[in-house]
């Protein structure tokens, strides 16, 4: 007697086991969303072109391509879309639902990397000269945004940081990523002078008008403190993380390599700095 042929899964029930790894995995719900929208798309695709997904060929993932486009989807949209398409494909092999095929291999289009403003070294400069002062709300404003420039941490990090992070030149960040940061003989002396004025357990508390008002500022703080600089020096597209950009232009100016920025920043090593050297290539 014939052993029975095992069905095929329709797509719709592929995905839904699909989107139940991904929450298993610990996904968060916006990403699963993302995922949910993504292959409901695919779907569309494949049911209006009358493709066997189970059949599908490194050819059937270009026309799908040339499909997004034509429904007027930009460039990094529809990698993200080809993307979650291989991804299901990959979870069906792994799971024995079809053999192993080509279409893993299809490359997405290069990801479309669009810059904010990134301010030059003379920019940075006024942007110091506006901070000027000797109070403690001086101090802890100039060591913020010297800290952002030279570490190209995020806010969320630079709230966090405490005092017994510090080791004289550099600062020892822990958790998922774990790093050196290293920093000049300028933002050292400054912090030698902002430690005597604030002796709690994080650097940068937060402030009124009255004084330190807690022990750690906030993410909104910054982002209200950046709202002010921002005004005041005259650059009305600066924000928190245009530091951050600032940071990774000035590392590629100086030569260092893309590994060594990479470790400093606490990213993939599949991060791309591509659009910043071409910033770097339109200076003077």
Request: glycine share 6%; net charge positive; proline share 4%.
């Amino acid at each position: 007697m014939k052993a029975k042929k095992k069905e095929k899964l329709s797509i719709a029930k592929l995905v839904k086991g699909y989107v139940g790894f991904l929450t298993g995995v610990g996904k968060s719900s916006s990403t699963i969303s993302s995922y949910k929208g993504d292959l409901a798309l695919f779907e569309r695709f494949l049911d209006e072109k009358a493709r066997d997904f189970y059949t599908l060929k490194p050819r059937d993932f270009e026309a799908y391509q040339y499909w997004l486009e034509r429904q007027g989807l930009k460039i990094n949209t529809r990698r993200r879309k080809l993307l979650s398409a291989k991804s299901l494909v990959k979870y069906a092999v792994s799971r024995k639902k079809m053999a192993a095929s080509d279409v893993q291999f299809v490359r997405a289009p290069e990801r479309l990397e669009r810059l904010p403003w990134i301010p030059v070294p003379t920019d940075y400069e006024k942007m110091l000269a506006t901070l000027k002062g000797q109070g403690p709300l001086a101090l802890r404003n100039q060591a913020a945004v010297r800290l952002l420039a030279e570490t190209g941490l995020t806010v969320a990090e630079l709230c966090s940081l405490r005092w017994d992070q510090w080791k004289q030149n550099s600062f020892a960040l822990e958790g998922k990523k774990p790093r050196t940061l290293r920093l000049s003989s300028e933002t050292q002396e400054l912090l030698l002078r902002w430690r005597q004025a604030n002796s709690g357990k994080h650097l940068f508390p937060g402030f009124n008008r009255h004084g330190i008002t807690s022990e750690k500022m906030t993410p909104r703080g910054v982002e209200l403190f950046f709202r002010r600089l921002a005004k005041e020096s005259g650059y009305r597209s600066l924000k928190p993380k245009t530091l951050r950009h600032f940071a990774i232009a000035s590392w590629l100016r100086a030569n260092l390599a893309e590994n060594e920025i990479q470790q400093r920043l606490g990213v993939h090593p599949n991060y791309s700095f591509h659009a910043y050297k071409k910033f770097l290539e339109r200076q003077p």
